[in-house]
């Protein structure tokens, strides 16, 4: 699957993605990164995905890897990949941010 930079195709995406645990591939900020998709909606007034990031092109390990923020409208294309990942990463990362409104979770 692949989303352009529509709204609606992207959303449609990280809810599949987040739904069936799998890893997206993201072209972010000029670089490719793979992430487990955690949580998306909105948080302090703009919408956001909080994913953990597995690697990106430009970074090597262990700078790559850890949660991230991103920004959905600064996401430039997405792919959900085939790999799934087991879900929630545990009880530390349960409550992530305080967010204004969820739009789908990893349960």
Request: with cysteine; net charge neutral; glycine share 6%.
């Amino acid at each position: 699957m692949q989303a352009s930079v529509a709204h609606d195709s992207l959303d449609r995406l990280l809810r599949f993605a987040i739904e069936n645990r799998r890893l997206i591939e993201l072209g972010y900020h000029n670089s490719v990164r793979v992430a487990e998709p955690h949580d998306y909606g909105v948080y302090k007034g703009t919408e956001r995905l909080l994913a953990f990031q597995l690697r990106d092109s430009v970074h090597a390990p262990p700078q790559a890897v850890g949660w991230r923020l991103f920004n959905t409208s600064e996401i430039q294309e997405c792919f959900v990949l085939e790999k799934g990942f087991t879900g929630s990463r545990g009880r530390l990362h349960q409550s992530h941010l305080v967010w204004d409104v969820v739009f789908v979770r990893v349960v």
